[in-house]
């Protein structure tokens, strides 16, 4: 569910995108091959007014769409200070400024002629790059305005919003309500938005936090396998918790005997580690002090005569937790929340 000022705020940031773009790619097709540098930089001073107005014009939104969205629902709450949005523009998302991200793509270029990549290619490599950064830039000046906005207004936070299609770091996040003062996780070009919303109460009331698995049911076999890999995509239709699968991937690696392994959850704060460290206690000092490595999903599937060995795998591997596949959606100062529901397999 979104409120109207949510869907125009979303499509007031694709058109500021688009229209930056357009200058961006214009003023790239002026970077000469045997002089980087120098036309470069020329392209990026004349650019570099038009991408700080489209900075100015999305924290602008983005500090004005909260009171909106708030009033929309019928839970204004006045600001205890003004956001000076005018700051937020010609800086960068990282802090440097602006000029130095804009510049960055030609250094990107010349990397990669280094590297024996013709300069065409070179070429075309720097230009994604720069579209990344323009897009990512706008919208996350757009998110920190609000984000401020939102700080300023007593008891409000924010609730996570996909624009689908969504990728599966994005879905795991989606529908969660976060207090004022968590920061909004985000990947290049990534597109989600705040919702802002009176407290946790108010934002189940109004159908704001949602459930993930709603999501990932809603795709097509084929879309959940291109978005969460065939075999995460597997292991939650065979009723793994979403988030165990999509996190264990950004610790992979290949172990010596060549099996997929993950480096994520394997501490005592994890759930798979929280189990070994359980089992190492229940057997004391016979049960060797070596980590024990967890394997991906795509590992297990490989390894397991049935179904039934699969599953059991998943369960051991800590993508089947006991609560079941997890929605969690409170996040932010001192909130923890586990809503465990049941999944196919009655866990």
Known sequence: MYADPVVDQYRLMLRLQAAALRLGRRAWRNVRADDLSGSWSYEVARFLPAMVAAQTDAAFAGATYVAESLD??????????????KSLA???SDGRPLESLLYSPVTGV????????????????????????ISTTLADTARTASGIDIAVRPQVGYVRMLNPPSCSRCTVLAGRYYKWNAGFQRHPKCD????????????????????????????????????????????????????????ARRGMYTTQGGLIATREGVTKRGYFGAQQAEFKKVQGSKYSQART????????????GSREEALRMLKQYGYITDQGQVIAPIRGEGFGFSGGRKNRLGY
């Open 72 to 85: 929309s629902m019928g839970s204004y709450v006045a600001p205890v200070a003004a956001v000076q949005y």
């Open 90 to 92: 010609g800086v960068a």
């Open 110 to 133: 010349k990397s990669l002629i280094s590297q024996g990549v013709a300069p065409r290619d070179a070429l075309a490599g720097g230009l994604k790059l720069l579209e990344r950064n």
């Open 192 to 247: 989600c938005i705040q919702q802002p919303s009176k407290g946790v109460d108010a934002a189940r009331s109004e159908g704001l936090i949602a459930d993930p698995y709603d999501y990932f049911n809603g795709l097509s076999e084929a879309e959940q396998d291109k978005a969460f890999t065939k075999a995460g995509a597997q292991a939650i239709r065979d009723g793994a918790d979403i988030s165990q699968v999509v996190n």
């Open 293 to 304: 490595a967890r394997v991906m999903p795509e590992t297990i599937y490989q390894l397991a």
